[in-house]
T-cell receptor, first 117, second 110 residues
Framework: GAVVSQHPSWVICKSGTSVKIECRSL??????MFWYRQFPKQSLMLMAT?????????EQGVEKDKFLINHASLTLSTLTVTSAHPEDSSFYIC?????????????FGPGTRLTVL | QKEVEQDPGPLSVPEGAIVSLNCTYS??????FMWYRQYSRKGPELLMY????GNKEDGRFTAQVDKSSKYISLFIRDSQPSDSATYLC??????????FGSGTRLQVQP
């Protein structure tokens, strides 16, 4: 199956700092990428939909100025958590939707565990 | 009411048992149905993908979709301890984000 990578796999930062998470589709082009957040023992909650070359669409309740998303190419999307606070500590997962052979399937990255002290 | 309902479990079965996992949903626009497996602290891994109603089999896994009842199932035959994980159903109307169930934790006892 298609491969999606995320970097870093985990990060610990101080409150008030910004953290950037990268999501890459390694063997296919993704016009659309999604960012999810997952708290312990809970399911994945969609944060935003990112389309290559356009602004991201955020779900209700997700602050777009706090969670900056950039989808500059067909293989890379980034999520920047600005001025992170302890309540932002979570497991962030991206998924990518293919453009050709994988048009109907979303593939997920391995996730990034963020801990804000 | 959530768009997708899934029993969180935990579900504990002996090795070799047949496991049945289910989800119900309310949005009739959903067309694509998936089952993902997620191990602790890992991203979801796609297990099965079906479009519209019907059955699909892949090895020990069988996925069923009944759109008339808004009900989907995943069956695991000859379950193994390595199948112990959280199983998430997910669905979407088209080329959009997935809506997930809450996940069912499965424990297969050796």
């Amino acid at each position: 199956g298609a491969v999606v990578s995320q970097h870093p796999s985990w990060v610990i930062c101080k409150s008030g700092t910004s953290v950037k998470i990268e999501c890459r589709s390694l063997d296919f082009q993704a016009t659309t990428m999604f960012w999810y957040r997952q708290f312990p023992k809970q399911s994945l909650m969609l944060m935003a939909t990112s389309n290559e070359g356009s602004k991201a669409t955020y779900e209700q309740g997700v602050e777009k100025d706090k969670f900056l998303i950039n989808h500059a190419s067909l293989t890379l999307s980034t999520l920047t958590v600005t001025s992170a606070h302890p309540e932002d500590s979570s497991f962030y997962i991206c998924s990518a939707l293919g453009t050709s052979d994988h048009t109907d399937t979303q593939y997920f990255g391995p996730g990034t565990r963020l801990t804000v002290l | 009411q959530k768009e997708v309902e899934q029993d969180p479990g935990p579900l504990s079965v002996p090795e070799g048992a047949i496991v049945s996992l289910n989800c119900t949903y309310s949005n009739s626009a959903f067309q694509y149905f998936m089952w993902y497996r997620q191990y602790s602290r890992k991203g979801p891994e796609l297990l099965m993908y079906t479009y519209s109603s019907g059955n699909k089999e892949d090895g020990r896994f069988t996925a069923q979709v009944d759109k008339s009842s808004k009900y989907i199932s995943l069956f695991i035959r000859d379950s193994q301890p390595s199948d112990s994980a959280t199983y998430l159903c997910a669905m979407r109307p088209g080329r959009r984000a997935l809506t997930f169930g809450s996940g069912t934790r499965l424990q297969v006892q050796p």
